[in-house]
C-alpha cells in the first residue's frame, strides 16, 4: 500500500520559491506516475504536473510551465515540485499523488490512487 508524505508548503511573497517533497513509503515498485495537483478554495482541483517514474516523461499545466519543476531522487524514494515565480494565484494546497498507470493513462485525478494529506502554499 503506498503511503505519501508531503512536506516544504508555508507562506512566501510573490515571486519567491518554494520547495516541495513528497516520500513515497510501503511501496515495493515506483508508481508508474507522480505528480502533483493543487486545489484552492472554490476553485476546481488543478493538475499541475506528473513524471512517468521509468521513463522520465513530464508534462505540466500551462499555468505553471517554465515556472514549476517536478524531478525524482529514485535513491531517496523521494518526488518534488520546485516552484519558482510564484504568484498569489499559485496559493493552493498542494497534493502529491501516485498512480499504478503510465502518465499517458493517468490524465485526470480519478487515475491517481494515492494521495498524500496535502500542505498548503500561500503566496501573498
Known amino acids: 500500500h503506498v503511503q505519501l508524505v508531503e512536506s516544504g508548503g508555508g507562506s512566501v511573497e510573490a515571486g519567491g520559491s518554494v520547495r516541495l517533497s513528497c516520500r513515497v513509503s510501503e511501496a515495493t515498485n515506483w508508481p508508474g506516475c507522480m505528480g502533483w495537483f493543487r486545489q484552492a478554495p472554490g476553485k476546481e482541483r488543478e493538475g499541475v504536473a506528473q513524471k512517468t517514474t521509468s521513463s522520465g516523461s513530464i508534462s505540466y499545466a500551462d499555468s505553471v510551465k517554465g515556472r514549476f519543476t517536478i524531478s525524482q531522487d529514485t535513491a531517496a524514494n523521494t518526488v518534488f515540485l520546485q516552484m519558482t515565480n510564484l504568484n498569489p494565484d499559485d496559493s493552493a494546497t498542494y497534493y502529491c499523488?501516485?498512480?499504478?498507470?503510465?502518465?499517458?493513462?493517468?490524465?485526470?485525478?480519478?487515475?491517481?490512487?494515492?494521495w498524500g494529506q496535502g500542505t498548503q502554499v500561500t503566496v501573498s
Open positions: 499523488v501516485a498512480s499504478a498507470l503510465s502518465c499517458l493513462m493517468a490524465r485526470t485525478a480519478v487515475d491517481f490512487g494515492y
